[in-house]
């Protein structure tokens, strides 16, 4: 299966169906436009001045003011969902699982999610459940760094951990493919395509009330008759029309970014079978992945598989490519069958056996991952992370208080009399509480491994969410002042600032970042020649070393700009730098990560900086960024 090749050819259809999707609202336009006339036609109001066809004025009033009904609708639909994943939730009836959930299917669910995100290198998003008995799940919201996944209670009861990590790894597909915000963009564009049906039925409602009540005149029931209830009968037509082609192109786009999905997640996990397992339950479960929820229709072209069933059209109106399809886009020579009936998996593990808590779970899956032959992936390096972080500092990373002591804990100086005046000063600003838990997470764990640190900052961020806007306000002021406390910022407290309290502004203060493209990296020399330096830097203490690894770089990916060394950086320039290039296209941003992954491995070894300034690099793009290990030469 060549992921490469599905993923071009993939992009190619996708950007034929917008295209076609945005002729579609143009046909739309028209056909109102025909309605109009023929409205005015019949009324006989309008007869002797639009005595033809085509008329410029007529047709201009009608296409602005369709224009505008359409993109009205949408942007209400678009500003109801404008804080992601909440308000996809809401639509839904999603129940957020709280990161100290006791209950032990969800607690796996959680653990699965936090595995694939420290894998992609994206903070742990959200999870909710539907209460549905269908195995589902979708991911929901505008970027990679603030969005949420949701399994439907039957994915959670029926699938076994690996399967688990299968869909896991497909919805994690549609946030490095850009499915989510293009799936946003579907669900606000459909919904003005309904706004012209929605239009004719309200029209036609009304008039007919009007009529029958009598508020008629004796001329406007002559004329109005055929006249405006004929307009509203064919606004109706057309606009059922619009809302059938804008199904079927959005299906077919919809189709597309799941096979794109599937392999995503076979290439991220290296474990087809999880995945082909997970839809084969999906055909043999009585419920299929059915979500009964009225609002299921509108938002099932987000859902691992099917969530309406069999409907009229199917092959052009549905979201998902068939189960077998699938399977055997997978592996050619899977057979496809399906066991007829699959009973709710009442145990931890899927295998009809009982056990007391997840550690023993989770031991067992370790185990049979280690005899089995599976090639490295990015998920087993997150595996290996998990194991590696202890279990209470686990714990402390999903609850929001103690998510706070974490990043404090990791501010703090290892320079001991700069740690005391630290010491002194948080003492007198934080709550006796607070300060104690501090203090006794510093004496358990006096020097945490430096490789540990973005994975278990990436485990907080989501639990740090769920402060208040107040508490978030004190965070990031003792945030604040403890890396300004020596006025000299370094590359992890730069990660803090950068990721941490970017994030939390965004979703807890609703601080809304930079929005304009740039499509030209001529436009951004200074920029790349800033953060190229950074990286030779953050490589090697040795200046011509350093030199040499960032000429290396720029003659091979940067060959056409003019770049050059920078002796001095800072972090506020790096800072405006990274605010800069994150408004390149997709394609630059792309080229920019190709470009800065080689010369961190260019010298075949990664330092603690190399990897903190990749990850933030990764950040500020939206980009998921798979985990590196620190090493030395070879």
């Known amino acids: 299966m060549n992921f490469f090749e599905y993923h071009k050819q993939s992009n190619r259809k996708v950007f034929a169906l917008s295209v076609l999707l945005f002729f579609n609202i143009l046909v739309i336009v028209f056909l109102v436009y025909c309605t109009t006339y023929v409205a005015l036609f019949f009324s006989g109001y309008m007869y002797n001045i639009y005595n033809t066809f085509f008329h410029p004025k007529l047709f201009l009033v009608v296409s602005i003011s369709t224009f505008s009904i359409i993109l009205l609708a949408s942007f209400l639909k678009s500003l109801s969902l404008r804080d992601g994943a909440p ?14 959930t006791t209950n032990l299917k969800e607690r ?28 589902n799940a979708f991911v929901a919201g505008h970027k990679p760094s603030n969005t949420a996944i949701f399994f439907t209670k039957g994915a959670i009861n029926n699938l076994t951990r690996s399967e688990l990590q299968g869909i896991t790894a497909h919805e994690f597909g549609h946030i490095s493919n850009g499915d989510m915000r293009l799936n946003m963009i579907l669900v606000s564009m459909l919904h003005g395509l309904l706004a012209i049906y929605l239009l004719g039925k309200n029209g036609f409602i009304m008039q007919s009330i009007s009529f029958r009540v009598g508020r008629w005149s004796k001329k406007d ?31 077919a786009i919809s189709r597309e970014r799941e096979f794109l999905a599937d392999s995503f997640a076979v290439r991220f996990t290296r474990d087809k079978e999880a995945v082909i397992n997970a839809l084969k339950k999906v055909g043999g479960l009585i419920t299929k992945g059915t979500i009964l929820h009225p609002s299921g229709e509108e938002y099932n072209h987000f859902f691992f598989t099917d969530g309406i069933g069999e409907i009229m059209f199917g092959r052009y109106l549905s979201t998902h490519p068939s189960l077998n399809k699938r399977i055997k886009r997978l592996d050619p020579n899977d057979d496809c069958s399906f066991v007829e009936y699959y009973r709710y998996s009442d145990d931890l593990d899927g295998q009809y056996l009982s056990f007391n808590n997840e550690i023993v779970a989770n031991q067992k899956y370790i185990e049979s991952r280690k005899k089995s032959e599976v090639s490295y992936s990015h998920l087993a ?8 972080i202890p279990e209470d500092l686990k714990k402390m990373s999903g609850n929001s208080f103690d998510a706070r002591i974490i990043i404090f804990d990791f501010l703090l100086s290892n320079d001991p009399v700069t740690f005391q005046k630290q010491m002194s000063i948080l003492k007198q600003n934080l709550d006796y509480f607070t300060y104690e838990a501090l203090v006794k997470l510093k004496k358990s764990y006096p020097l945490i491994d430096s490789e540990l640190k ?45 990721i941490v309290l970017r994030r939390c ?8 970042q930079r929005s ?43 060959s056409l700009l003019s770049i050059e060394f920078i002796d001095v950086i800072n972090y506020h ?12 296209s997709e394609k630059m941003k792309t080229k920019v990560m190709e470009a800065a992954e080689y010369l961190i491995l260019s010298d075949n070894k990664t330092t603690v900086d190399e990897i903190q300034l990749f990850r933030i690099l990764g950040d500020y793009f939206d980009m998921i960024v798979p985990p590196m290990k620190i090493s030395t030469n070879q």
């Open 381 to 388: 390096f997150a595996e290996f992370y998990m194991e590696k």
């Open 573 to 584: 320039l790096l800072d405006r730098t990274l605010t800069d290039l994150s408004t390149l």
């Open 454 to 498: 973005i994975p278990l900052v990436e485990l907080s961020i989501s639990s740090l969410y769920q402060l208040s806007e107040y508490q978030y306000d004190f965070f990031r002021d003792v945030v604040k002042s403890m890396i300004s406390f020596d006025h000299k910022i370094d590359t992890f407290e730069f990660l803090i600032m950068s």
């Open 221 to 251: 029931r002559q004329v109005g008759i055929p006249g405006f209830l004929f307009m509203s009968l064919l606004l109706i037509i057309v606009g059922y029309i619009g809302v059938l082609l804008g199904r079927i192109l959005k299906s």
């Open 87 to 100: 308000s996809v939730a809401a639509d839904l009836n999603g129940v957020l699982i709280p990161p100290t």
């Open 516 to 558: 304009k493209t740039c499509n030209s990296l001529s436009q951004m020399q200074q920029q790349i020649s800033i953060l190229f330096t950074a990286l030779a830097q953050s490589g090697s203490d040795d200046i011509s070393l350093a030199k040499s690894a960032f000429i290396k770089c720029a003659e091979r990916y940067f």
């Open 505 to 512: 502004d965004e979703v807890i203060s609703k601080k809304q």
């Open 108 to 135: 796996r669910a959680l653990n699965v999610v936090e595995e694939i995100s420290i894998a992609a290198g994206i903070p742990v998003p959200r999870v909710y459940i539907l209460e549905e008995t269908g195995i």
